[in-house]
């Protein structure tokens, strides 16, 4: 009778013991970059060094709370431009960052809620730094799935972008603009048309 009742229990031990859960999803990319730990911390940590590689226009303020919030639309409503009011979580200077992240507009339901992204960065030799980056917080299926195929691409050309910024110069804007304009104006009037009686 005694061994019958300590097997339920050793059993709900056992489950519970952390070899036993599923592994945390998470998203890593690396990038090998031509610059200084100093230059890739700037162009993570400022407006202009974000607008320098990752989107058109931002608000970055690298403190625990201050803004980090990514426009790649610029045009459109505010909460839709891109990572409307996401914030840092920590930094540890030269090392590391953390930030809250959203997901695209186009899933709303994930949108809603935050997963959270870790940058981390070290030398790799003369003139060069390694970034790391990491992407967690997941829930499973729907539109989660989708968001994380979304980032899946997405983190890989961001910092794609970052190699190139210190190769070939800062990211020239000006097309993905007009683009991006034209994109939200032809919305807005959709919009606009379906509000009409």
């Known amino acids: ?3 019958a ?3 339920p229990l050793a059993l709900a031990l056992a489950l519970g013991s952390p070899g036993v859960h599923a592994q945390e999803r998470a998203l890593v990319k690396t990038a090998t970059v031509k610059a200084t730990v100093d230059e890739v911390w700037k162009a993570w940590t400022t407006t202009e060094g974000i607008q ?5 226009e931002a608000r ?4 625990p709370g201050g803004p980090f919030e990514v426009y790649i639309n610029p045009y459109a409503e505010p909460g839709m431009k891109g990572a409307d009011d996401m914030v840092f979580l920590a930094l540890q200077e030269k090392r590391m960052l953390s930030f809250t ?3 695209p507009p186009h899933l709303p339901e994930v949108r809603r809620q935050r997963t959270s992204v870790t940058v981390r960065m070290k030398p790799a030799g003369e003139g060069t730094t390694e970034v ?3 992407h967690s ?3 499973d299926g729907g539109q989660w799935d989708q968001a994380y195929a979304y980032f899946d691409r997405a983190w890989g050309n961001v910092l794609a972008n970052l190699e190139k910024r210190f190769v070939t110069g800062p990211v020239d804007w000006t097309q993905w603009r007009a683009q991006v304009k034209a994109y939200q104006e032809a919305e807005d009037a959709k919009a606009a048309a379906t509000k009409k009686p």
């Open 1 to 3: 009778m005694r061994m």
């Open 5 to 7: 009742a300590a097997l």
């Open 52 to 56: 320098s590689f990752f989107a058109p």
């Open 60 to 63: 970055v303020e690298a403190r």
């Open 101 to 103: 992240w959203n997901a």
């Open 132 to 134: 790391r980056l990491v």
């Open 137 to 139: 917080g997941w829930g």
